[in-house]
């Protein structure tokens, strides 16, 4: 079984920056991904990025060059660096862990990004 617990997030005006973290606990296997997804009101959950333990990430076409994904292994964390932020980006942020040898994917209970034009 795997927690997380997400920080970060609020009301921003557009061109601000914001940061998430999330951290994961519970027993796992060592190689896996985390990310953040997202979902916007009516809107479906969508990737915005994802990470592997070996680094390789993966980015939304609407957020790369403006966001940035990084992780700690170490620490089960991960975070997104959040710049240029637009008010298209508004939506309720949700961390990701899973991948091929976990079996499952898990979420985090979620935390809104509001930005304001």
């Known amino acids: 079984q795997v927690t997380l617990v997400e920080s970060g997030g609020g009301l921003v005006q557009a061109g601000e920056s914001l940061r998430l973290s999330c951290a994961a606990s519970?027993?796992?296997?060592?190689?896996?991904?985390m990310g953040w997804y997202r979902q916007a009101p009516g809107n479906q959950r969508e990737l915005v990025a994802t990470?592997?333990?070996?680094?390789?990430?993966n980015y939304a076409d609407s957020v790369r060059g403006r966001f940035t994904i990084s992780r700690d292994n170490g620490k089960n964390t991960v975070d997104l660096q959040m710049n240029s932020l637009k008010p298209e980006d508004t939506a309720v942020y949700y961390c990701?862990?899973?991948?091929?040898?976990?079996?499952?994917?898990?979420w985090g209970q979620g935390t809104q990004v509001t930005v304001s034009s």
């Open positions: 990701y862990f899973g991948g091929k040898y976990i079996g499952r994917d898990y």
């Open positions: 519970g027993t796992f296997f060592r190689i896996n991904t």
């Open positions: 990470i592997t333990t070996i680094g390789g990430s």
